[in-house]
């Protein structure tokens, strides 16, 4: 039965690699039938059997050496072999035609030597459904190209290309479930990891599924030596565009804008030694795991931070600060500080005292604004600055110079300029107001509550010369037409008891003048010692002349006893006029022994006397 079978496939094998002799001479396959058929009924050895393509019988026919071409005489019809009976190897020095090449074997062991040659369009398929394709692809005219054609995604099948050693053979890897892109990867020697490229259809995509990526580019030192490029090929210049985004599970970290600027939104950056680190209330800069100082700009060191280390900032050229700026230590400023026209320099947690250089006044002009807590500034040592003195609210605002005595409640200078309720601008008479200079009352003690002097002194000359003092200088404004002569007035107790005159009945006559309602004891003007003077030798009054230099001259005095003039080289003359037309001039002598006054009268040449009174 075996030999039965196995003669059919010969014939079979026979038929279709010598169709073309059976249409050259139709007596040949019977021919050779009858051979095969005797020979098999005969149980004799089945022999070789030759022929030539023209269709005569050859002695025997060798399939070992075919010394002509195999031609079916039908295209597409015979096989050589047949499922599941096929040939072991087959050989060919020439080019093998067909349509399809099916390997059904898992293990493919394929040499060529020469070139494989596959025809435009034309696939190498993969897998038992063709789910891959290879193939030289002329669709577009412009851009012939190799084209690997995978899958689509179907929960089964996977659109991945990968690279991997043998590890990668009949495994489970479980590295691209759920992949829905085409994608090319390469694993790792275990095929336990993998990189992989791939297009989701908005950004191309390099990832892993573990591990980091390094980029090792291998570039020579240099001037123009550039180590990676990543370049957007349509410039950006719209806001919220990004050159670059640095995200973590597709939450983004930090990116470069369409300017080149970086954008971190971390909690901690730090780029050449400067940590930046953000936390819940604010933002820090400063420098990580050093001792060195933070410098902005391009000037070597700083002049006056010698000692500069961690958390020192130093700026070397202009900085401009917008908005509220606080300093919590001490500022030192070794250069000018400049307020600009019209900036107020603030005092104060609430701004409570202002200076300013104010444009707005005419001229410009140099303003001190007091606090309305006190209105008062007040002059004093340094170590004083922290001691209460008490000092009142002022109503006007004030300077205040306080003694070295801080002691004191308040000992000191106060000045108060008492300003005007309403000033017009630009009229040609303004109102002039009071300039107050006032010692400080005297306490409520029992005793020591002495008011506070005023004194107005000047300086004392120097040098060892004929050198003047200086001047004390009261001086009264002058009036204009029918006013009131200025004056300096003499007050107790805020009540008016004299005037000091300046040009009363001369250009340059001083005239004192007492301020005494008239009346039997009205007194218009003392002259006299504020001291009680017992010595002989004393005066009351001394009238001079010439005293700008040193003393004067004197010509008359009036001590408690006596009334002289002292006189000079001239005839001392005593002159008693009275401005009456019918009345003399009286004197009035008290007699040496008290009991009474003689009265002296002068009429017509003669001087009388008597007990008359003659007033």
């Not at 079916?72 to 060919?92: Q, R």
Request: proline fraction near 2%; charged fraction near 15%; include cysteine.
């Amino acid at each position: 039965m075996k030999k039965i079978l196995f003669i059919s496939s010969i014939i079979v094998c026979v038929f279709s690699l010598t169709s073309f002799a059976y249409a050259r001479n139709d007596s040949f396959i019977d021919k050779l039938v009858d051979k095969i058929v005797n020979r098999l009924i005969d149980d004799t050895e089945v022999k070789d059997i030759g022929w030539n393509e023209r269709g005569v019988e050859q002695a025997e026919f060798n399939p070992a050496v075919v010394q002509e071409s195999l031609i079916p005489d039908t295209n597409d019809v015979y096989d050589l072999g047949s499922f599941p009976f096929s040939f072991n190897d087959i050989f060919a020095s020439g080019t093998i035609w067909g349509q399809n090449l099916n390997v059904n074997t898992a293990v493919i062991n394929t040499s060529v030597t020469g070139t494989l040659n596959l025809a435009d369009d034309q696939a190498v398929q993969f897998g038992t459904s063709h789910d891959a394709k290879m193939l030289w692809e002329t669709a577009d005219a412009d851009s012939n190209e190799l084209i690997l054609s995978l899958p689509t995604a179907d929960g089964t099948n996977a659109p991945i290309f990968v690279v991997g050693d043998e590890t990668l053979l009949n495994k489970d890897l479980g590295l691209f479930s759920g992949a829905a892109n085409p994608t090319v990867a390469v694993a790792d020697s275990l095929a336990t990891q993998a990189i992989y490229l791939a297009h989701n259809s908005t950004n191309g995509v390099l990832a892993v599924n573990s591990g980091g990526i390094a980029l090792n580019p291998n570039v020579a030192d240099g001037a123009t030596a550039v180590a990676g490029i990543i370049d957007n090929t349509t410039a950006l210049s719209t806001a919220g565009a990004k050159l670059l985004s640095i995200r973590s599970n597709n939450s983004e970290k930090a990116y470069i804008d369409y300017t080149g600027g970086l954008v971190t939104g971390g909690t901690s950056s730090t780029i050449s030694g400067l940590a930046v680190t953000s936390t819940a209330t604010s933002i820090d800069l400063m420098n990580y795991g050093g001792s060195k100082y933070i410098k902005i700009g391009d000037v070597a060191a700083p002049l006056y931070l010698s000692a500069a280390t961690n958390d020192d900032f130093f700026v070397s050229g202009q900085t401009e600060f917008r908005g509220v700026s606080s300093f919590v230590s001490t500022v030192s400023f070794y250069s000018a500080v400049v307020h600009k026209d019209g900036t107020q320099a603030l005092w104060g947690s609430s701004n409570d005292a202002a200076i300013e250089y104010d444009t707005a006044q005419t001229p410009d002009s140099w303003l001190f604004g007091v606090s309305a807590d006190s209105r008062t500034m007040m002059v004093l040592e340094k170590a004083d600055i922290d001691t209460d003195f008490g000092l009142a609210l002022q109503t006007n605002p004030t300077i205040a110079i306080q003694s070295a005595d801080a002691t004191k409640t308040y000992e000191g200078a106060l000045y108060t300029y008492s300003g005007i309720t309403t000033r017009t601008i630009g009229a040609v008479t303004v109102a002039g107001t009071d300039y107050t200079i006032a010692g400080q009352d005297g306490g409520t003690l029992t005793t020591g509550g002495v008011g506070g002097a005023m004194i107005l002194r000047a300086g004392d000359a120097g040098g060892t010369g004929d050198n003047a003092g200086g001047v004390v200088v009261l001086d009264a404004g002058a009036r204009t037409g029918t006013g009131a002569q200025g004056h300096t007035q003499f007050k107790l107790n805020n009540t008016i008891y004299g005037y000091a005159l300046a040009g009363g009945t001369g250009a340059t006559t001083l005239s004192l003048a007492g301020a005494d309602a008239d009346g039997a004891t009205a007194i218009g003007t003392v002259v006299g010692s504020y001291n009680n003077l017992t010595n002989s030798g004393a005066k009351l009054l001394s009238i001079r002349d010439n005293i700008s230099s040193v003393g004067g001259t004197e010509y008359s005095y009036f001590s408690t006893s006596t009334i002289a003039h002292t006189g000079n080289a001239a005839t001392t003359t005593l002159s008693l006029t009275t401005a009456s037309a019918s009345r003399g001039t009286c004197l009035v002598l008290d007699d040496v022994d008290g009991s009474g006054s003689t009265y002296c009268y002068a009429n017509g040449g003669t001087l009388t006397c008597s007990t008359v009174d003659c007033r």
